[in-house]
């Protein structure tokens, strides 16, 4: 069956460390590749996504992640966090089954110490 | 200003009773979607639609229905509804769900329902 497995489900730093997510999924078709942020007691906001091209992927507030076909990952890097960051954060993927199912990850939450 | 809208954002309600979750979105987008997020498991795909009267089933589509006779609204329905069906609800809506369309998801606010 077709999933998304995030590693780690929670993470503390420091401010000024680097941040590594990782994702994983399984499905060997066509698939476009998401980040999502949610902010304590808030919905989801869009990081970053990946569909074709540079696998190499910046998004907003200095994110960025990498498309790697044969691992079939898709990490979220930040080289430093900042205490704002704290959030929860989640990967996802669409898959073109015919239909367009999308798959979420866990979530990994972060906590960034001051 | 664009928004996903969901009503109500709580709702505690009794084993049985119908309820409704109501979602609408002003942007014209063609792909909606309802999850359920619970701690833990991330959020979890219940249906998804691709345009009026075209429907699917998510990854748990069991004890729910959704209906899309309007390209705006994308009402949730629980007929039945148990206590294993608690949790924090989140309609979502895009332009696209594939490239070359918009596939930024824009969620709601969610909507926290209880079932005792």
């Known amino acids: 069956a077709q999933s998304v497995s995030q590693h780690n489900h929670h993470v503390i730093l420091s401010e000024a460390a680097s941040l590594e997510l990782g994702c994983n999924y399984s499905?060997?078709?066509?698939?476009?590749l998401f980040w999502y942020v949610q902010y304590p007691g808030q919905h989801l906001q869009l990081l970053l996504k990946?569909?074709?091209?540079?696998?190499l992927v910046k998004g907003i507030k200095g994110f960025e992640a990498e498309f790697i076909k044969s691992k079939f990952s898709f990490n979220l890097r930040k080289p430093s966090v900042q205490w704002s960051d704290t959030a929860e954060y989640f990967c996802?993927?669409?898959?073109?089954?015919?239909?367009?199912?999308?798959?979420f990850g866990a979530g990994t939450r972060l906590f960034v110490k001051a | 200003e664009a928004q996903v809208t969901q009503n109500p954002r709580y709702l505690i309600t009794v084993t049985g009773k119908k309820l409704t979750v109501t979602c609408s979105q002003n942007?014209?987008?063609?792909?909606m979607s309802w999850y359920r997020q619970d701690p833990g498991l991330g959020l979890r795909q219940i249906y998804y639609?691709?345009?009026?009267?075209?429907?699917d089933k998510g990854d748990v589509p069991e004890g729910y229905k959704v209906s899309r006779k309007e390209k705006r609204n994308f009402p949730l329905i629980l007929e039945s509804p148990s206590p294993n069906q608690t949790s924090l609800y989140f309609c979502?809506?895009?332009?696209?769900?594939?490239?070359?369309?918009?596939?930024?998801?824009?969620f709601g606010q969610g909507t926290r329902l209880t079932v005792v």
């Open positions: 979502a809506s895009s332009l696209s769900p594939t490239p070359p369309g918009n596939t930024e998801a824009f």
């Open positions: 499905y060997g078709g066509t698939v476009n």
């Open positions: 990946y569909f074709s091209g540079d696998p």
């Open positions: 996802a993927v669409t898959l073109n089954t015919g239909g367009f199912k999308t798959i």
């Open positions: 942007m014209n987008h063609e792909y």
């Open positions: 639609s691709m345009n009026v009267e075209v429907t």
